[in-house]
């Protein structure tokens, strides 16, 4: 592996835009054990550290996916393992031309005394881990905030805001690009206004907390979910999710962001690259400064997952379909 001297090393705002630009997304692998062992088995594939191992070599090494695919998001996990031929997952990434990322977040716990909301837990120990990953490889984090419609309050938002602002500034300390997410579910049957009015409350807390920690907005990459109705609501059009979505943004995020890149939230595949198509068209004509693009899990994987199955005989039809959902996000931020 070439060795990337520290006069050599892209810049945080150079990697934050790499991440999100020239028309390519992030792929987001890193599920956790217990989520991607749920999985597995939903397909009816037992669930062990090897089937695990061998589902993201499948993610991670189709012919072309550099194409699409700017960077993968790991967790602990995977980016341990190596791959069948011996490298280990974040030197074969950089060398098939996908930054690798990692997972940092250690899951959620209910927020004490916020009625129901979640905080996301992993700041203890966050330096020495993250000295770690940058060490072996990486060249992004990623924390998630989880918010439901139901139970986000301004403590929750500014709670999980803290935090977030917390691991992003530590990240940048370490030389790793933040990814930010703060999560508004899109599970239950709400309608688009409250999905509005929570990603306002959550991504103007956010903001305001990233300032009071001193971070540098070129070094990040805010990862939010669409304005949408609920999984369990009435659909509502890309224009009009677009449209909520983009005003939620111009609101909030400040011009010094560098890149959004959405998470799926459980929608269709069709659904989040129509709605990446309409917002990436008002981005560019209403002049705003960001470069939108994807970060998706499920939309990206389900399908390919599906197709595998566990059996090696599936590989090349799996990864042939993954390679097929991600260039349909790419082209959808073009
Ligand atoms: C891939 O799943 C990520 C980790 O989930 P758990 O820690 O809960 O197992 C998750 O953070 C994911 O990166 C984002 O939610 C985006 O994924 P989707 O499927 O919503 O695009």
Redesign the pocket.
């Known amino acids: 592996m070439t060795t990337i001297l520290p006069t050599e090393r892209p810049t945080l705002a150079e990697t934050a835009r790499q991440l999100t630009g020239g028309g390519r997304g992030i792929l987001?692998?890193?599920?956790?054990i217990?989520?991607?062992s749920a999985r597995l088995a939903a397909e009816g594939i037992e669930a062990s550290e090897t089937t695990r191992r061998d589902y993201r070599e499948l993610l991670l090494t189709p012919k072309g996916l550099a194409e699409s695919v700017s960077g993968i998001?790991l967790?602990d996990e995977t980016f341990g393992q190596r791959l069948a031929d011996g490298r280990p997952f974040p030197a074969a990434s950089r060398e098939l031309g996908v930054l690798p990322g990692i997972?940092v977040?250690t899951?959620t716990s209910p927020l004490p005394g916020g009625d129901g909301a979640l905080i996301t837990e992993g700041l203890d120990g966050l330096g020495g881990r993250l000295a770690s990953y940058a060490e072996r490889g990486a060249a992004f984090a990623?924390w998630?905030a989880v918010f439901d419609v139901r139970t986000i309050t301004t403590y929750s938002a500014r709670a999980n805001g803290h935090a977030l602002a917390r691991y992003a500034a530590l990240c940048q300390r370490h030389g790793l690009v933040p990814v930010v997410?703060p999560?508004v579910l899109a599970d239950g049957g709400h309608d688009l206004e409250s999905s509005a009015y929570a990603t306002r409350l959550a991504l103007g807390w956010v903001f305001e907390e990233l300032d009071q920690a001193g971070v540098d907005l070129a070094g990040i990459v805010l990862?939010p979910n669409f304005v949408t109705p609920g999984l369990r609501a009435a659909p509502a059009a890309a224009a009009e999710v677009a449209a909520a979505t983009f005003e939620v943004l111009c609101d909030t995020v400040p011009a010094g962001v560098p890149g959004i890149a959405f998470?799926?939230?459980?929608h269709p595949t069709a659904d989040v690259c129509a709605y990446l198509t309409d917002l990436s068209r008002a981005v560019t004509s209403r002049g705003r400064p960001w470069q939108v693009t994807f970060?998706?899990?499920?939309?990206l994987v389900s399908g390919p997952l599906r197709t595998w199955a566990g059996e090696p005989s599936n590989t090349a039809a799996a990864q042939e379909r993954l390679v097929a959902n991600c260039a349909k996000a790419a082209r959808a931020t073009r």
């Not at 987001?28 to 956790?32: F, G, N, V, Y």
């Open positions: 987001a692998a890193d599920e956790s217990r989520t991607m998001i967790c997972k977040d899951g990623k998630r997410e999560e990862k998470l799926s939230g459980g970060s998706f899990g499920r939309a």
